[in-house]
Each structure stands twice: as structure tokens, then as C-alpha cells.
């Protein structure tokens, strides 16, 4: 095993099908190994950078026609006509419901691996990122959480070891994004959060700080980090470098591929960075982030999607996969929250936002083709004898895009509105064309995630699978009607694919569409997927652990416990079953590990546009 910061290592061997290894590669969740469809993507980087002007896609299926399916949706209306007040409510069971999930599964860390980056629950014990120690990776990944959640008893001793026991000071290559967005956008949280909370008994409707200072050893750890990290900006593009050794300070590249880095891991520094820098006012921090959006929209690719990898000495995208999911998704993301965090002022992020957004539409959006199901898919670059590139569209879907359903509804109420605030749910009136676009997408989005929850434990799977007319599939016995795990057999090792990871991307799109609309369906849906984690996932000794395949009962689990399951997944899970005086999505904006940050106006011009 490579000891680098190739956090959420995977087993590849684990992988029988063909051809989904590439995607096991993913940003959010970066893996140092190598596969060969990653390696048939790269082959393409000597063709050169922009055979992307003969921009031609291969359709499998047929092109989403939009008209087809707007106003169509069933039973889940994307457009409540109710004028009546939504009165959002505690739900105190099933909140303490989480809040105990959260003990069950923190109790058990701190017993068995208190300090560890990484928790394994069933082998009950913690290990480091790397060799030379760890950076604090669960512990400050946790902070907000218990402070949201009223919990003053684990707060307090996760303080004490992020003052006592924390040290940057590690010989090792660490992963540039991971870092980012757990550690220092953690740290981050919690210096905001420090002032307001903990509340043994959380009153959030008077938002008002109860300490006069927010707790300054959380900044002074994030500046640490922030300067040792510096160095990753310092290529001839300005893009990051993948890693970066924090006590030599010194950017590294991904070992496996010198000169990329991926779309997401460039684009997705930029909240915390900028944070950084607007509480400091010192601007450095701001304008390196800064620096990399305007490298990667210069970079634009004439159909506006964005491959996902970059070279980083260039500045230009490389032939690579186009995709919402791993090494793309919190790129699409960030272009919404860059433009949310600064309080709607920095209208560059808004057009670029825009841009990808149409493209996603006219490119990425489609129809499973026997039930209607709305997915988006992946192009995936071919060559022929020519030496041409044309674009395959792949209807497979991972488990990561589901962040887009929350996002893209998001984007409609601030994007695409016509007032300030618009209703909850918005009425017929107070978005754009492109708004209701948006939303509608957003609203199908989530509801093909859920049905991707139709399984035997009722969690998603990793990754699927569409159907459309040219799979071959139709009169095959036990054909599927609209989705399926690839390589998945009866009676077979369950496929790489058909794991669940304790991923948080459906509850977070939950989360967002609850508090857009007060539908009480989302909180319903919530709730299913808790129980399911609860029933499926749970360790008796303590934690909880990835399961190998969702379609099986009583299936194998795998001794590991994901650190965004106690920052990301039990965090929104907690914030659907409270009412919308917590965190406010017109306050604050979270990063992509869930780490709520506040909205401000900024006081730093930015000169980029
Ligand atoms: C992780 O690193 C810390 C700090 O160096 C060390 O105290 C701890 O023992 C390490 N844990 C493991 C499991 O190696
Ligand atoms: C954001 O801007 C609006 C006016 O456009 C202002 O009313 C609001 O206070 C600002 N929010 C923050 C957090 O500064």
C-alpha cells in the first residue's frame, strides 16, 4: 500500500468489471491507484489538448428532449401550488435518533483510536494517513458536528487534543483537496461556530453568539495549515499541485500521474482558502485560490463541460472523462458556492455556473428510456483510426453525483430568481425559464436517487447503471426495468460497484430540497435511508462500517468507517429533522465535506472577472 495521502484507499481487486475501475477514481474521494481505464483516458493526453474543437458525441440513447418531461413528473410534484406557510418543526425522535447514531459511532474512535486520521470499526482500531502521523483528519473533521449537535462532553475532549496533541509537523505527502476541504475547512467551522455554540440544549432560534470571541486556537491552526500548504500554488499554471509534504513544504505531484491534477481537486479549494483570508485579511490565501479559477476559465472547452483532468504546467484540461461524478462533481459545485459565499457579488462565478449548467443540459441529461428515470451521463473519450476523438455518452451514474439534485435547486432559488427571498417552495412566478430548468432537474435528480434505494437493505450503491435501447438487455431474463449495478451476479462475489460507503450525497440533496420546500416527503425519505444505515451498517462493538453490497442482506461489511460519515452524513441528517433556524442556507454555504461556512460581503476586491 502506498503510504502517500491516497485517502479512501480502495481494493481495486476488488473490482471485477471492466469497466468501471476508472471511475472508482474519484476526487471527492481521491485513490492514488492506477486502473486501466484510467489508463486508456490518458493515452489521449499525447493526441494533444484541445482535440476537444471536434466536439461529436456518439449518443446511445436518445437526447433528452426537455419539453418531453417538464410538467410530466408523477405523483412528486416539482411544483407544490400551496400557498400555505411552511412552519418548519423539530422533530425531536428521530433527531436524538441521529444524535445517538452519532455517539455510537464517535464513542467507539475515541475509545479505540482517539487521534487516528482513520477509524476501522470492526478491527476496532485507527490508522494514520501516513507513516509519519496523523493531521487530526477525524477529530477536526468532527468538531462541527458535535457543536451543532449540543454535544459539550465529546466537544470539549476533541478540543483539548486539538490543542494539546495536533501537529502539521509531518514528513509526508499529504493529498492537497483532502485536506483542504476536511481539515481546514473544519478548523474553519469550527472557529465560526466556537462563538455560538455549544448549547447543551441547542436554541438556535436566537442566532446570536454566546461567547464574545470565537475560539481563536481554531484560527490559528488554519493559518498554520494554510501556510504550509502555500507551496502546492507555486506550478508554472498556477494550479495546485495534488500534494503537498506539510513539514517541507513542498507541492508534490499525484506520483502515479506527474503534471494532473483533477478538476475537482483544483477547483474545490477556493471556499476555505477564501474564508481564510477574509478573516485574516491578508490576501494571500484568496488570491492563490483565485488564481486557479482564472486558469481553469481561461482553459474553457468550447461546449462548456469540463474534463475531468487538467494539465497542471499547461493550464488546459487533457482528453479526459467528462463527468458529474468522481474527480468532476465538487468542481460544478463550487461554481455555485464561490458565487454564494462572497454574498452574490463575484458575478464571474455566477457566468460560469451558468455556462456549465446549459451544458450539463444539452449534453449530460437524460432519460432512462423504459420508465423516464432523469440521470445524468458520462462522455467518455474514444479514438478511431483517424486519430479523431469522439465522445461515448455512458449512462452510469455514481453515487456522488447525487450532491447535484440539492445544488442544482439551490442555483434555482438564488440563480434563478426573480425576487429575494423567493417562497418556500417557490411560486410559478418567481423564477426565470432557466430557474424552473433547474429545479425541475433538481427535483427529477433526487428522485431517481431515491429509487437507486431500492434495494434489499434499501441503501444506493456506489455506482449505477441505465438502461438504455442499445445495453442489449431487453428479453434477457430478469432484465431491469431502469437501473443496475454493473457486473453484479447471483451467487457471484458482489461487484465493486454495489458497495455503500456511508456516502453522504443523497441526504445532502434531501437536506437542501427539505429546507426549499418543506416537503415533508424529503424528511420521509431521509429517514428510510437513516434506518437503513442504522440496520445495515451499525456495529455492535461501536461505529459503523461500509457494507460490500447493498442488494444483499446481511452483507459483508468492510472495516471501515469513511470520516465524512461523521461530518457529512450525520450532519444533514441531523439538520432535516431540525427546524430552518439552524444554519440558514441564506447565512452560510457548506463546503463540499459539509463544513458550513458564513456568507459575507467581502471586504477584499477581487479584480478578477
Ligand atoms: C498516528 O499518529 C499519531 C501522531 O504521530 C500517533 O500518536 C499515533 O500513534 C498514530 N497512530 C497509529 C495507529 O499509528
Ligand atoms: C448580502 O447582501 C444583501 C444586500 O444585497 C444584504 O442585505 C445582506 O445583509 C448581505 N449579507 C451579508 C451576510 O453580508
Not at 481487486?13 to 486501466?36: F, K, V
Not at 474534463?307 to 468522481?326: C, K, N
Not at 450525497?505 to 415533508?520: C, H, K, N
Request: with cysteine; hydrophobic share 35%; proline share 5%.
Amino acid at each position: 500500500m502506498s503510504q502517500t495521502a491516497g485517502l479512501r484507499k480502495r481494493k481495486k481487486d476488488a473490482s471485477p468489471s471492466e469497466s468501471s475501475s476508472a471511475q472508482h477514481q474519484d476526487a471527492r474521494r481521491t485513490d492514488t491507484h492506477g486502473s486501466a481505464k484510467l489508463m486508456y483516458t490518458l493515452a489521449f493526453i499525447g493526441i494533444g489538448l484541445l482535440s476537444y474543437f471536434n466536439f461529436s458525441i456518439i449518443y446511445d440513447s436518445a437526447k433528452l428532449v426537455l419539453d418531453e418531461w417538464i410538467g410530466s413528473s408523477d405523483h412528486w410534484d416539482a411544483t407544490p401550488s400551496s400557498d400555505d406557510f411552511v412552519q418548519f418543526q423539530v422533530d425531536e425522535d428521530k433527531r436524538q435518533a441521529v444524535v445517538n447514531a452519532f455517539r455510537h459511532a464517535w464513542s467507539a474512535y475515541e475509545r479505540d483510536a482517539m487521534g487516528d486520521d482513520e477509524y476501522h470499526p470492526i478491527s476496532m482500531k485507527g490508522t494514520n494517513l501516513t507513516a509519519a502521523g496523523g493531521i487530526g483528519y477525524t477529530v477536526i473533521d468532527s468538531l462541527d458536528t458535535m457543536l451543532i449537535m449540543g454535544l459539550t462532553d465529546e466537544y470539549s475532549r476533541a478540543r483539548r487534543w486539538v490543542d494539546t496533541k495536533l501537529s502539521f509537523d509531518r514528513d509526508a505527502n499529504f493529498n492537497t483537496f483532502e485536506t483542504t476541504i476536511r481539515v481546514l475547512g473544519g478548523l474553519l467551522s469550527a472557529f465560526h461556530l466556537s462563538s455560538y455554540l455549544p448549547h447543551s440544549s441547542p436554541s438556535w432560534r436566537s442566532l446570536a453568539p454566546t461567547f464574545p470571541h470565537p475560539d481563536r486556537l481554531y484560527l490559528d491552526k488554519a493559518i498554520e495549515l494554510a501556510n504550509l500548504m502555500l507551496p502546492v500554488f507555486d506550478t508554472p499554471s498556477g494550479l495546485p499541485t495534488s500534494q503537498i509534504n506539510l513539514a517541507q513544504q513542498r507541492g508534490a505531484p499525484n506520483t502515479e500521474f506527474p503534471d494532473l491534477i483533477s478538476t475537482a481537486e483544483a477547483g474545490t479549494l477556493q471556499l476555505e482558502f477564501r474564508q481564510l483570508s477574509e478573516i485574516t485579511g491578508d490576501d494571500i490565501y484568496w488570491k492563490r485560490a483565485e488564481k486557479v479559477m482564472s486558469v481553469i476559465k481561461t482553459a474553457r472547452l468550447p461546449h462548456g463541460l469540463a474534463s475531468i483532468f487538467m494539465s497542471q504546467d499547461a493550464g488546459q484540461f487533457v482528453t479526459s472523462a467528462i463527468r458529474l461524478g468522481s474527480r468532476g462533481d465538487s468542481f460544478y459545485e463550487y461554481l455555485l458556492k464561490q458565487y454564494l459565499q462572497t454574498n452574490r457579488t463575484e458575478l464571474v462565478y455566477r457566468d460560469m455556473y451558468d455556462d456549465s449548467m446549459q451544458a450539463i443540459h444539452n449534453h449530460l441529461v437524460q432519460k432512462s428510456y423504459k420508465t423516464g428515470l432523469l440521470y445524468t451521463s458520462e462522455l467518455i473519450p474514444e479514438q478511431n483510426h483517424e486519430g479523431e476523438v469522439s465522445w461515448r455518452l455512458t449512462p452510469k451514474q455514481d453515487h456522488l453525483v447525487c450532491f447535484l439534485g440539492g445544488s442544482l435547486m439551490l442555483g434555482a432559488t438564488t440563480t434563478g430568481a426573480l425576487v429575494q427571498p423567493v417562497s418556500i417552495p417557490p411560486k410559478p412566478d418567481e423564477l426565470t425559464l432557466t430557474g424552473w430548468r433547474d429545479w425541475k432537474t433538481g427535483v427529477e435528480l433526487i428522485k431517481t436517487c431515491m429509487r437507486t434505494h431500492d434495494t434489499a437493505t434499501g441503501l444506493a450503491p456506489e455506482m449505477v447503471h441505465f438502461r438504455i435501447p442499445s445495453d442489449g438487455m431487453d428479453g434477457q431474463e430478469f432484465a431491469p426495468e431502469d437501473w443496475y449495478i454493473k457486473g453484479a451476479r447471483p451467487g457471484e462475489e458482489a461487484a465493486f460497484d454495489a458497495r455503500y460507503i456511508l456516502r453522504p450525497e443523497t441526504v445532502e440533496s434531501l437536506f437542501i430540497a427539505y429546507r426549499l420546500t418543506g416537503d415533508p416527503r424529503y424528511r420521509d425519505s431521509a429517514w428510510s435511508i437513516f434506518q437503513a444505515i442504522d440496520k445495515h451498517c451499525k456495529v455492535d462493538t461501536g461505529g459503523y462500517a461500509s457494507i460490500m453490497n447493498v442488494d444483499e442482506l446481511n452483507s459483508r461489511q468492510e472495516d471501515k468507517m469513511e470520516t465524512f460519515f461523521l461530518s457529512e452524513t450525520l450532519k444533514y441528517l441531523y439538520l432535516i429533522f431540525s427546524d430552518d433556524s439552524i444554519l440558514p442556507l441564506d447565512k452560510y454555504v457548506f463546503n463540499t465535506e459539509a463544513h458550513p461556512l458564513p456568507i459575507f460581503n467581502p471586504t477584499i476586491p477581487t479584480g478578477f472577472s
